[in-house]
C-alpha cells in the first residue's frame, strides 16, 4: 500500500501570477479548498517535491492552486502533467465500507461459486455505480458493477474482494 494518494494533475498555468490548473482526480473536489500541503509526483510517481499550498479555488467548472514560492507562468510550467498526492495521514477520512480506489487495485477478486477471477485493473465511475474492471489471463476484461448486492467483503490485508456475481454475468465475458 502507497504512503500517499494521488488527488489531482497539474493542467498548467492560470493567469499570470503562478496559479495552477488542477484536474482533480477524486471524486470530492471540495477536498482542494482544505488543502495545506502536497507531494508532487512525476508521472512515474516518483517525488519531486513537497509544495506549501498558498491558497486553492473550487468552483462549478475549475479547480485552482497557488503554491508558496510559485509566482509567475514559467515556474508553473515546469510542473505541468505532474500529479498532486496527499500523505494518508493527510487523506480524507473514509466512512467505514468505503476504500480509496488506489487500494483496490490490485486486489484478487473471488467469486463465491467460481472462484478466482482474476484482479482489480481499474475502477470506472459511470453514473449509475462505480465499475470494478478485473484482469483475467488470456481472457477479455470482466466488467462487474460495484454494488453492495454483489461485493459482499473486502480485506485490505488478505488483498481479496469477495463477489457473488449475477446469473449470467460472468457468461457475457467468456
Given at each position: 500500500?502507497?504512503?500517499?494518494?494521488?488527488?489531482?494533475k497539474?493542467?498548467?498555468?492560470?493567469?499570470?501570477?503562478?496559479?495552477?490548473?488542477?484536474?482533480?482526480?477524486?471524486?470530492?473536489?471540495?477536498?482542494?479548498?482544505?488543502?495545506?500541503?502536497?507531494?508532487?509526483?512525476d508521472?512515474?510517481?516518483?517525488?519531486?517535491?513537497?509544495?506549501?499550498?498558498?491558497?486553492?479555488?473550487?468552483?462549478?467548472?475549475?479547480?485552482?492552486?497557488?503554491?508558496?514560492g510559485i509566482?509567475?507562468r514559467?515556474?508553473?510550467?515546469?510542473?505541468?502533467g505532474?500529479?498532486?498526492?496527499?500523505?494518508?495521514?493527510?487523506?480524507?477520512?473514509?466512512?467505514?465500507?468505503?476504500?480509496f480506489?488506489?487500494?483496490?487495485?490490485?486486489?484478487?477478486?473471488?467469486?463465491?461459486?467460481?472462484?478466482?477471477?482474476?484482479?482489480i485493473k481499474?475502477?470506472m465511475?459511470?453514473?449509475?455505480?462505480?465499475?470494478?474492471?478485473?484482469?483475467?489471463k488470456g481472457k477479455n476484461?470482466?466488467?462487474?458493477?460495484?454494488?453492495?448486492?454483489?461485493?459482499?467483503?473486502?480485506?485490505?490485508?488478505?488483498?481479496?474482494?469477495?463477489?457473488?456475481?449475477?446469473?449470467?454475468?460472468?457468461?457475457?465475458?467468456?
Amino acid at each position: 500500500m502507497k504512503d500517499y494518494l494521488i488527488i489531482g494533475k497539474i493542467g498548467g498555468a492560470h493567469g499570470v501570477r503562478g496559479e495552477v490548473r488542477i484536474i482533480p482526480l477524486t471524486d470530492d473536489v471540495r477536498r482542494f479548498s482544505s488543502l495545506k500541503e502536497c507531494l508532487i509526483l512525476d508521472g512515474k510517481e516518483h517525488l519531486k517535491e513537497t509544495k506549501e499550498v498558498e491558497k486553492a479555488r473550487v468552483d462549478d467548472t475549475r479547480t485552482l492552486v497557488k503554491f508558496k514560492g510559485i509566482d509567475d507562468r514559467d515556474e508553473v510550467g515546469k510542473l505541468t502533467g505532474f500529479f498532486l498526492a496527499v500523505s494518508r495521514e493527510d487523506a480524507v477520512k473514509l466512512p467505514e465500507g468505503r476504500y480509496f480506489i488506489a487500494d483496490l487495485i490490485g486486489l484478487s477478486v473471488v467469486d463465491s461459486e467460481l472462484g478466482e477471477l482474476g484482479k482489480i485493473k481499474d475502477i470506472m465511475n459511470s453514473g449509475a455505480s462505480d465499475i470494478i474492471i478485473v484482469k483475467r489471463k488470456g481472457k477479455n476484461e470482466l466488467l462487474i458493477p460495484y454494488l453492495n448486492a454483489i461485493v459482499k467483503n473486502v480485506d485490505l490485508s488478505a488483498g481479496v474482494m469477495s463477489v457473488t456475481l449475477p446469473e449470467g454475468l460472468y457468461e457475457i465475458y467468456e
